[in-house]
């Protein structure tokens, strides 16, 4: 025995505009209006990609240089790793804040 119900339209997602199909018009699942705003979610997404990958820069970059054991090479490489970790966080930062900033401005 299956017992269903119509969804409730306030809990499926973002309607946007008037637009009515059926009862409660069309649904969109991401829940934004505009293709900037789609662009924005995506940028988003992968940013916080990005930020997981220097984070595990990070680990590898001080594996590296902890188990050098003293030779100057590894400590170089490992020091290396993380400085640009740090660079390439600082992007990331930065560009996740502009992403942000040009969405609260186009909406």
Same mark, same amino acid.
């Given at each position: 025995?299956?017992?269903?119900?119509?969804?409730?339209?306030?809990?499926?997602?973002?309607?946007?505009?008037?637009? $009515?199909? #059926?009862?409660?018009?069309? @649904?969109?699942?991401?829940?934004?209006?505009? !293709?900037?705003?789609? +662009? *924005?979610? &995506?940028?988003?997404?992968?940013?916080?990609?990005?930020?997981?990958?220097?984070?595990?820069?990070?680990?590898?970059?001080?594996?590296?240089?902890?188990? $050098?054991? #003293?030779?100057?090479?590894? @400590?170089?490489?490992?020091?290396?790793?993380? !400085?640009?970790?740090? +660079? *390439?966080? &600082?992007?990331?930062?930065?560009?996740?804040?502009?992403?942000?900033?040009?969405?609260?401005?186009?909406?």
């Amino acid at each position: 025995m299956v017992f269903a119900e119509k969804p409730n339209e306030s809990n499926i997602g973002n309607t946007c505009g008037s637009s $009515s199909v #059926g009862s409660g018009g069309l @649904v969109n699942p991401l829940g934004v209006c505009s !293709i900037p705003q789609a +662009i *924005g979610v &995506v940028l988003k997404y992968i940013l916080g990609i990005v930020g997981s990958l220097a984070l595990a820069m990070f680990v590898y970059g001080g594996l590296i240089w902890m188990t $050098s054991m #003293g030779n100057a090479e590894n @400590v170089r490489k490992g020091r290396d790793v993380l !400085i640009w970790s740090t +660079i *390439g966080l &600082v992007i990331i930062f930065g560009s996740y804040a502009l992403v942000t900033f040009v969405l609260q401005i186009g909406s």
